[in-house]
């Protein structure tokens, strides 16, 4: 079975900076997803980003990437130029890529609070 | 279209009582779930179902019942409420994965269930 792990329960930065969130994962699966979703207080589920594990290079979606590392199975969201609208609960997230596998599911990590300080 | 959306927002139910939460896409999505959220736990799976007529279980089946009579409605079950089933509840959707195509996932806007 998957699992993923956020080992920072919370996290904090300056408004403008830049902060980076852990997950690591363990899968014996070679083609899968990565992703980070962000909860708002509203509760809404947002997809930031995701990641193949086949592509080499890593994603980008304006200011936020990922620094993948397939194999030290880490897969890190670095926020740049933080803006207080960033302050949210932040889950990253495992997803079988095998048709027929259990790539009907997310696994998710428990999530990192993230507070943005004027 | 609407995306996915679910019904009730907010319930309190007492011990023992039943209830059935409301979930529905218009994106004729194949692959539907039900994921419960509570505190320092992230989401884990309840039910899924990739198509009509076609429901499994996931991670914490327990105490919930699915069932799929149409591509578009997912409802989820509770028929004997427990304290320990207060969480919040998403409902979510995409299409089956065809062809190593990503197809994302679509989450409705979450159910707040409190059983007193």
């Known amino acids: 079975a998957q699992t993923v792990t956020q080992s920072q329960p919370e996290m904090s930065v300056q408004e403008a900076e830049t902060v980076t969130l852990s997950c690591t994962y363990d899968?014996?699966?070679?083609?899968?997803?990565l992703f980070w979703y962000k909860q708002p207080p509203s509760r809404q589920m947002i997809l930031v980003i995701r990641?193949?594990?086949?592509?080499?290079q890593n994603a980008t979606e304006n200011r936020f990437s990922v620094n993948f590392q397939k194999a030290a199975k880490s897969f890190s969201l670095k926020i740049s130029d933080s803006q207080l609208g960033d302050a949210a609960m932040y889950f990253c997230?495992?997803?079988?890529?095998?048709?027929?596998?259990?790539?009907?599911?997310?696994?998710f990590g428990k999530g990192t609070l993230l507070t943005v300080n004027p | 279209n609407a995306g996915v959306t679910q019904t009730p927002k907010f319930q309190v139910l007492k011990t023992g009582q039943s209830m059935t939460l409301q979930c529905a896409q218009d994106?004729?999505?194949?692959?539907m779930s039900w994921y419960r959220q509570d505190p320092g736990m992230g989401l884990r799976l309840i039910h899924y179902?990739?198509?009509?007529?076609?429901?499994d279980q996931g991670e914490v089946p327990n105490g919930y019942n699915v069932s799929r009579s149409t591509t578009e409605d997912f409802p989820l079950r509770l028929l004997s409420a427990a304290p320990s089933q207060t969480s919040v509840y998403f409902c979510?959707?995409?299409?089956?994965?065809?062809?190593?195509?990503?197809?994302?996932?679509?989450f409705g806007p979450g159910t707040r269930l409190t059983v007193l």
């Open positions: 179902s990739v198509g009509a007529g076609i429901t």
């Open positions: 990641q193949e594990a086949y592509k080499q």
């Open positions: 997230a495992y997803r079988s890529a095998v048709s027929g596998g259990s790539n009907y599911k997310l696994t």
């Open positions: 994106m004729n999505h194949e692959y």
């Open positions: 979510a959707s995409r299409h089956e994965l065809a062809g190593g195509t990503y197809n994302e996932q679509f």
């Open positions: 899968t014996s699966e070679s083609d899968y997803y």
